[in-house]
């Protein structure tokens, strides 16, 4: 074989391995079909004083008013929608009422639920603070939790778990009683359906759940009954993670807005990505890390479109709106 | 009396050896991929399972854990490698803090 032979064979496979990444490109990196959306101000900065924040987790907003988990002080902290404190509560501990590590929130018929990872149960408080009930204890069976992540509430009351270290969503009743699970107990997987270590859910005003699937660095969404519908991030949605648009770097909270948007926070890329309910790409905006950690840890929507984001690295809150 | 000052020798040297068994021992485990709370609380929360574990510091920086322990109180690397691997991390390096 001539050399001349040798180099065509090398660039023909050069060429069609070059067109093949094209082709992948199209196919898995989407462009953006909304608008952006523009940083209007923050707040916070770290430390244990009302407005200060010591690893702020996770965020709800409702009513006029941004909730907002401060894991390591162990409280919630409640703001007006410019950022003025208004009021915290919770303690340290693991009695009635008290917190763990609150994560990720969520509010429904005027209570707050908390995903206390800590001390395995959900904490529901009403708005002004009081504790009403926890639900769930420590363990692996129906009802319990290993490192509960976030929880989606139904229109009906019914709960929906991220159960991180049990790799499974579980569906209880507004009691705390059993009604079914997704995924299998303490084994990660990758197939729809199936998870690693899953981060938080949200239920969409239909009723449908999507899933902050972390690990896999996809969401996932069910039927109110657990029929698997779809999944999206990155190329076939199965735990192929990277920096481009529709993709994750481990997605650790999620939300749906107002029209019925669902925003994830991309935590390990440092962005919130908003996508249409079946998935297509809309947009991304964040910031960037100043390090040692990662900023967009958690995400909530306001009724009027805007988007508080909590800045895990930055220790504040930030507030976007659309761009006109 | 010769007796008596070699003894007194002999116990001035153990002094610092009892008295470093006596303090608390620390330990640190390095382990990568922990700038999520979500990994640095799970490596916190099995580790702080332990008997014997007073305290559990999460340096994400540098990606150590900082294991204390109470007075007395030992950790074996191969329960620290378990507990690390319960929280779906790798036990890169183990070491007692001298």
């Known amino acids: 074989m001539t050399r001349n032979k040798v180099l065509k064979i090398i660039g023909a496979g050069a060429a069609s391995l070059l067109a093949l990444l094209f082709i992948a490109w199209l196919a898995w990196v989407p462009f953006a079909e909304g608008p952006g959306y523009v940083f209007v101000t923050a707040w916070g900065e770290r430390g ?91 363990g692996k069976g129906p009802g319990e939790f290993n490192a509960p992540g976030g929880v989606g509430v139904a229109s009906n009351g019914d709960l929906y778990v991220a159960d991180f270290y049990n790799q499974r969503v579980q569906h209880l009743k507004p009691d705390g009683g059993f009604v079914s699970q997704w995924g299998q107990t303490g084994k990660i997987g990758i197939w729809a359906g199936e998870f690693n270590y899953p981060t938080d859910v949200a239920v969409a005003h239909d009723g449908s759940v999507y899933v902050a699937d972390g690990y896999n660095d996809r969401v996932q969404v069910f039927g109110w009954d657990g029929k698997f519908l779809r999944k999206w991030g990155g190329p076939f949605g199965m735990n192929i993670h990277g920096p481009f648009n529709g993709w994750f770097a481990t997605v650790t909270s999620i939300a749906v807005g107002p029209d019925g948007n669902v925003f994830a926070a991309d935590f390990y890329n440092d962005r919130v990505q908003k996508f249409r309910p079946d998935g297509t790409f809309l947009t991304a905006f964040g910031t960037p890390a100043a390090g040692p950690a990662h900023t967009a840890i958690a995400v909530d929507v306001a009724d009027d479109g805007t988007v508080y984001v909590v800045n895990y690295d930055a220790n504040r809150v930030e507030k976007w709106r659309p761009r006109e | 009396m010769k007796t008596i000052r070699q003894l007194m020798m002999a116990l001035a040297l153990l002094l610092p050896l009892v008295a470093a068994n006596a303090a608390s021992m620390t330990y640190t485990l390095q382990v990568d991929g922990l700038a999520c709370p979500f990994c640095a609380y799970g490596i916190e929360k099995k580790l702080s399972s332990i008997k014997g574990v007073a305290k559990v510091d999460v340096d994400i920086k540098h990606g150590l854990v900082v294991v204390t322990m109470t007075e007395g109180a030992e950790l074996s690397e191969q329960l620290a490698r378990d507990k690390v691997k319960d929280a779906g991390f790798t036990l890169r390096s183990f070491s007692r803090i001298p």
């Open chain 1, 48 to 138: 244990s004083a009302p407005g200060q924040f010591n690893d702020p987790t996770g965020i709800a907003v409702h009513d006029g008013e941004v909730f907002v988990s401060d894991a390591r002080n162990a409280r919630i902290q409640v703001f007006d929608l410019g950022g003025r404190f208004k009021r915290a509560f919770g303690t340290k501990g693991d009695d009635p009422g008290q917190l763990g590590r609150p994560m990720n929130l969520a509010i429904a018929n005027n209570e707050l639920y908390v995903a206390d990872y800590w001390n395995n149960r959900i904490v529901v408080f009403g708005l002004d603070g009081t504790f009403r009930r926890a639900i769930g204890r420590e």
